[in-house]
């Protein structure tokens, strides 16, 4: 690669649980937003430090899903908007440039294509969209683990006219003949659709490392030498999900082996396979963005 990757951050609901923040289930992230938000502000500048080039709003545990059907048709708006502030705060004070990635969730459930309702999707989006609008550089459609979920993003994004990121999370417990989302659809699909969409990235999150490398020559081979679409990787730290697994049902285990070092060793591939944006999901941590960072320069 000619140019220095943008670097991102890691996790954030592992941030805030291993900092003592409120996190429980079924609020997960989002309780450090109604019961202590300095613990937010903290783990953005805790990635800051490390130094990474974007922080995402703690906007990901904003649904139904996780705060309930009636808290969030009360205050989901303002706590999405408090999630795009409490970033925008710590990126402005950084004392160099920071982008805020508007972090916009699965909304049946991560990890389950089979649940996804684009009904229910539809008007959750909607309010985190205006409610982040405001404090966010671009979006940031992740965890997707489907096309449909992709196109519905667009969407309701392109109004705002800011660029939209698009992240699949891919089938990693089953081998597959090439690169997969969760709903068996393939790579190549989804660089497919994000060119259609006219996204300014194409990215794949919380996936085993393991996974990563194959997808993004597959999606760099699809798009052609010519895109000007950037491809990115955020691994998680944990172990294979199973397909009918209950989505954040619990805390997963952490895997041993991806320490700063062997997590640098993956991302190091992947920026050799063609990634120039690369951070960390679930299970990373400030000091593996800190390795990235240097790794980068």
Not at 212 to 236: D, F, H, T, W
């Amino acid at each position: 690669m000619t140019a220095s990757p943008l670097i991102l951050d890691g996790g954030t609901g592992r941030e805030l649980a291993r900092s003592g923040a409120p996190f429980r289930q079924p609020e997960w992230s989002a309780l450090a937003l109604i019961e202590g938000p300095q613990f937010v502000s903290a783990v953005h500048r805790a990635y800051v430090a490390a130094g990474a080039d974007v922080i995402t709003t703690n906007s990901y545990a904003v649904v139904p899903f996780h705060i309930g059907e009636e808290r969030f048709a009360q205050q989901g708006a303002a706590l999405a908007a408090l999630a795009g502030t409490l970033a925008r705060e710590v990126a402005d004070a950084a004392g160099r440039k920071v982008h805020v990635a508007g972090s916009l969730p699965p909304v049946c459930g991560s990890y389950r294509p089979d649940l996804v309702d684009l009904d229910r999707t539809r008007p959750v989006l909607e309010v985190l969209v205006a409610a982040l609008a405001p404090n966010v550089d671009h979006w940031l459609a992740e965890t997707l683990s489907s096309l449909v979920e992709a196109r519905l993003a667009a969407s309701l994004t392109a109004p705002i006219g800011k660029p939209l990121w698009l992240s699949f999370t891919l089938e990693d417990e089953t081998p597959t003949a090439e690169p997969a989302l969760r709903s068996g659809e393939s790579v190549r699909e989804a660089a497919r659709l994000a060119a259609e969409l006219g996204a300014a990235a194409l990215l794949f999150n919380c996936s085993q490392p393991e996974v990563m490398e194959a997808a993004i020559r597959a999606a760099k081979e699809e798009l052609g030498p010519e895109s000007a679409i950037r491809l990115g990787v955020y691994a998680n730290a944990f172990p294979p999900m199973a397909a009918d697994a209950e989505a954040n049902s619990a805390l997963c285990p952490i895997r041993e082996d991806l320490t700063p070092d062997g997590y640098g060793r993956f991302a190091a591939a992947w920026s050799t396979a063609g990634a120039s944006i690369l951070g960390g999901c679930c299970g990373i941590g400030p000091e593996h963005i800190a390795a990235l960072r240097a790794s980068a320069g």
